[in-house]
């Protein structure tokens, strides 16, 4: 039997503990080996072109470069999945806000943190796993799914939104560019959008922060008991799950610590399948790219709760995983590539 081909990784940190923490909590995969290490970009860029990594974690605080910049000469010369390291400050959580979306996969957090070594050691290889096979260069059209309907784009003056709705979006690897593009494109008169997004505390301050900057509609990251209201979207916090809940006044969201689900806290099971408790048939659906199968259960409890459901399709996804997993099981009405994902939203919108 021909043994399988190990993810190649190269771990660049000017720190020599990151560099030791991060290469050692990789040891004895059997999956993935560290290749090499770099403590600055000049040293990462030869080393990238002599050991031809699969992956590469870069520090966004380093000397000579930093790591954002070294990023975007990555993206333009020699295109590879890179997972940003970053600490957890408000002006390096919005530099990695901002390396997601010049081309880096994934954000993780420094170690030493937040996490315990076995902690770090399941969330860094799976980050590695699911950037391995990220597609750099996405295409933005494919052919159809079978026996899935393709979507059909309403011009957005002609649509009649009916602003009761909920639109519940998720995502994993990929998903802070793809939920971008969706929310750039949503009129201001939008319905209420929650969103689940896999990232780590601290990111998702930053992330919503960032999107209510780019989009017509305002965005925030959720507090518990914010109301879902017409042209607001609420971006659940990392570490917490997000839940739909009805109150009196409407629908509000309740955000709790609570188990991983899918190995994810927060998950976009427990999104969507509180969505299909509380809205039924009167929400939208929308699964975008990541790695695993986190959504696909709640995706199948909202459309046979009445829902209309909506996944990006594969030639548009960095990671493939989670739009498959619910296309197999038979959760979605509707597939598009992403950046027909909003005309589709609000064409289901204006059909209910």
């Given at each position: 039997?021909?043994e399988?081909?190990?993810?190649?990784?190269?771990?660049?940190?000017?720190?020599?503990?990151?560099?030791?923490?991060?290469?050692?909590?990789?040891?004895?995969?059997?999956?993935?080996?560290?290749?090499?290490?770099?403590?600055?970009?000049?040293?990462?860029?030869?080393?990238?072109?002599a050991?031809?990594?699969?992956?590469?974690?870069?520090?966004?605080?380093?000397?000579?470069?930093?790591?954002?910049?070294?990023?975007k000469?990555?993206?333009r010369?020699h295109?590879?999945?890179?997972i940003?390291?970053?600490?957890?400050?408000?002006?390096?959580?919005?530099?990695?806000?901002?390396?997601?979306?010049?081309?880096?996969?994934?954000?993780?957090?420094k170690?030493?943190?937040p996490?315990?070594?076995?902690?770090?050691?399941?969330?860094?290889?799976?980050?590695?796993?699911?950037?391995?096979?990220?597609?750099?260069?996405?295409?933005?059209?494919?052919?159809?799914t079978?026996?899935?309907?393709?979507?059909?784009?309403?011009?957005?003056?002609?649509?009649?939104?009916?602003?009761?709705?909920?639109?519940?979006?998720?995502?994993?690897?990929?998903?802070?560019?793809?939920?971008?593009?969706?929310l750039?494109?949503?009129?201001?008169?939008?319905?209420?959008?929650?969103?689940?997004?896999?990232?780590?505390?601290?990111?998702?301050?930053?992330?919503a922060?960032?999107?209510?900057?780019?989009?017509?509609?305002?965005?925030?990251?959720?507090?518990?008991?914010?109301?879902?209201?017409?042209?607001l979207?609420?971006?659940?916090?990392?570490?917490?799950?997000?839940?739909?809940?009805?109150?009196?006044?409407?629908?509000?969201?309740?955000?709790?610590?609570g188990?991983?689900?899918?190995y994810?806290r927060?998950?976009?099971?427990?999104?969507?399948?509180?969505?299909?408790?509380?809205?039924?048939?009167?929400?939208?659906?929308?699964?975008?790219?990541?790695?695993?199968?986190?959504?696909?259960?709640?995706?199948?409890?909202?459309?046979?709760?009445?829902?209309?459901?909506?996944?990006?399709?594969?030639?548009?996804?960095?990671?493939?995983?989670?739009?498959?997993?619910?296309?197999?099981?038979g959760?979605?009405?509707?597939?598009?590539?992403?950046?027909?994902?909003?005309?589709?939203i609000?064409?289901?919108?204006?059909?209910?």
């Amino acid at each position: 039997m021909i043994e399988a081909r190990k993810i190649r990784v190269l771990v660049v940190d000017d720190s020599a503990i990151v560099r030791k923490l991060l290469s050692e909590s990789l040891a004895n995969l059997p999956d993935i080996e560290v290749v090499g290490t770099a403590p600055d970009p000049y040293i990462a860029r030869d080393k990238i072109l002599a050991l031809s990594p699969d992956v590469v974690t870069l520090d966004i605080e380093m000397p000579r470069m930093d790591g954002l910049t070294f990023l975007k000469k990555i993206m333009r010369h020699h295109p590879l999945p890179v997972i940003v390291i970053s600490s957890l400050g408000q002006a390096s959580s919005r530099t990695a806000i901002e390396a997601l979306s010049n081309g880096a996969v994934d954000v993780l957090c420094k170690p030493g943190g937040p996490y315990s070594v076995g902690e770090l050691s399941r969330i860094l290889s799976d980050k590695v796993r699911a950037a391995a096979v990220a597609r750099i260069n996405r295409a933005a059209n494919s052919e159809s799914t079978p026996g899935v309907a393709r979507a059909t784009q309403p011009r957005k003056e002609q649509v009649a939104l009916r602003q009761s709705t909920v639109v519940a979006i998720g995502a994993s690897t990929g998903g802070t560019e793809a939920i971008s593009t969706v929310l750039r494109e949503m009129p201001a008169a939008a319905p209420g959008i929650v969103v689940t997004q896999h990232i780590p505390a601290g990111f998702s301050l930053a992330f919503a922060n960032r999107l209510n900057q780019l989009c017509a509609i305002e965005v925030r990251e959720a507090v518990d008991g914010d109301a879902v209201k017409p042209g607001l979207a609420l971006i659940a916090p990392g570490n917490f799950h997000m839940f739909l809940k009805r109150s009196r006044q409407g629908y509000v969201v309740a955000v709790k610590s609570g188990p991983r689900v899918c190995y994810q806290r927060p998950s976009v099971d427990v999104l969507f399948s509180s969505v299909a408790e509380v809205a039924g048939a009167d929400a939208v659906g929308v699964i975008l790219t990541g790695m695993g199968a986190d959504g696909a259960e709640g995706l199948l409890k909202m459309k046979n709760a009445g829902a209309h459901t909506i996944a990006q399709d594969e030639a548009s996804c960095v990671v493939f995983g989670m739009p498959r997993e619910a296309i197999r099981n038979g959760s979605v009405k509707e597939v598009a590539p992403l950046p027909q994902i909003a005309g589709a939203i609000l064409g289901s919108l204006s059909r209910l």
